[in-house]
Nanobody
C-alpha cells in the first residue's frame, strides 16, 4: 500500500526558504512520476513542480528559478526546495505520485508531463495529506 507523508511546512518571512519532504512508503516503481501541488484558500489547486524518473522536471512559471524538485531514491523521498518565498506562495502543499501501468516509455513520460504544471490534468493515483506553508510579508 502506497502512503505519501509530507513534512517541512511552516511559517517563514518573505525571502526565506523551506524544504518540503514527501516520504513515499510502498512506492517502489522504477519508472515514477511525482509532483507537488498547492492550494490556497479560495483558489483552485495548482501544479507547482513535477519530476519524471529520467530526471525531467517541469515547474509552474510562478516558481521557476525559486523552487527545485528532487528525489532521494535511496530514501524514497521527494523534496521541494523553496527559496525566495513570497506571500503568494502561502498554501497547503501536497505531494502526488502516479502508478506505472506499463507500456512504452514515451507514453509514460508524456502522460506524466501532462499531469504537471500547465498540463491540465492532475489525476494522480496517490496523494498526501498536505503540509501548510505560510509566508508573511
Amino acid at each position: 500500500q502506497v502512503q505519501l507523508v509530507e513534512s517541512g511546512g511552516g511559517s517563514v518571512q518573505a525571502g526565506g526558504s523551506l524544504r518540503l519532504s514527501c516520504a513515499a512508503s510502498g512506492y517502489t516503481y522504477s519508472r515514477y512520476c511525482m509532483a507537488w501541488f498547492r492550494q490556497a484558500p479560495g483558489k483552485e489547486r495548482e501544479g507547482v513542480a513535477l519530476l519524471v524518473s529520467d530526471g525531467t522536471t517541469s515547474y509552474a512559471d510562478s516558481v521557476k528559478g525559486r523552487f527545485t524538485i528532487s528525489r532521494d531514491n535511496a530514501k524514497n523521498t521527494l523534496y521541494l526546495q523553496m527559496n525566495s518565498l513570497k506571500p503568494e506562495d502561502t498554501a497547503m502543499y501536497y505531494c502526488a505520485a502516479g502508478a506505472d501501468a506499463g507500456g512504452a516509455w514515451f507514453l509514460f513520460k508524456a502522460t506524466c508531463l501532462g499531469r504537471g504544471p500547465g498540463g491540465g490534468r492532475a489525476d494522480f493515483v496517490y496523494w498526501g495529506q498536505g503540509t501548510q506553508v505560510t509566508v508573511s510579508s
